[in-house]
């Protein structure tokens, strides 16, 4: 869409809606276009959200979790089992696993991966202050919960060499064969991690 189309505003509207994961040219143009025709139901308390978030959203200085408060509020729950740590790379695998609550554990977020070829190092991520928080003494089980990507599983080995000195159990999600999953319509790879990871039936 051209400015002599649409003015300078909706151009800037649509750039960055192009910017969010997921969203092309073609789809910020329609979400523009929806968020326009619907300025009072959504533009404007969308407008009013973000200016909220930008405002009170922080990133907790403990676990690396998104909220509006430091500690966050799952630091902050005196219910949780601060024993274990799930380690993730990104919030938003946080909030999956709290949302299946799968377990009453506390997180740490390491803000992505180990990636030479994009020169993302160990500085890069939150690995020393993972370490810090294993060294405080309360921990006992850490679970590495990295995507099966080959990024994932360098990062893991990378954490678990760093904690070796550490006398807790490290271990990290089953790979294999989803619930509901037929074996048809799986890759090899994931075949392959759900045979070597079998277990008694």
């Known amino acids: 869409m051209s400015e002599s189309v649409a003015g300078q505003e909706i151009e800037r509207l649509i750039q960055l809606l192009a910017r969010l994961p997921g969203l092309g040219p073609r789809s910020a143009r329609r979400a523009a276009l929806h968020l326009i025709k619907r300025k009072e139901l959504l533009m404007e308390p969308l407008a009013g959200a973000m200016s909220d978030a930008v405002e009170r959203v922080g990133v907790c200085g403990t676990c690396g979790n998104i909220d509006t408060i430091d500690p966050c509020t799952l630091c902050s729950d005196p219910r949780r ?32 991966t180990l990636s030479p070829l994009d020169g993302i190092g160990p500085d890069d991520l939150t690995i020393a202050e993972l370490v810090d928080r294993v060294s405080g003494g309360d921990v006992k089980e850490l679970i ?33 064969v989803p619930v509901g999953g037929e074996l048809d319509y799986l890759d090899e790879g994931t075949l392959s991690a759900a045979m070597r990871a079998r277990t008694q039936f």
């Open 144 to 176: 590495i919960a990295v995507n099966a990507t080959v990024e994932g599983q360098t990062t893991a080995h990378y954490i678990t060499d760093q904690l070796s000195d550490f006398a807790i159990s490290i271990s990290r999600l089953a790979h294999g």
């Open 81 to 112: 089992d601060r024993s274990t740590i799930i380690v993730v790379e990104d919030v938003s695998d946080l909030w999956a696993l709290e949302r299946a609550a799968v377990m009453n554990a506390s997180y740490h977020v390491l803000g992505g």
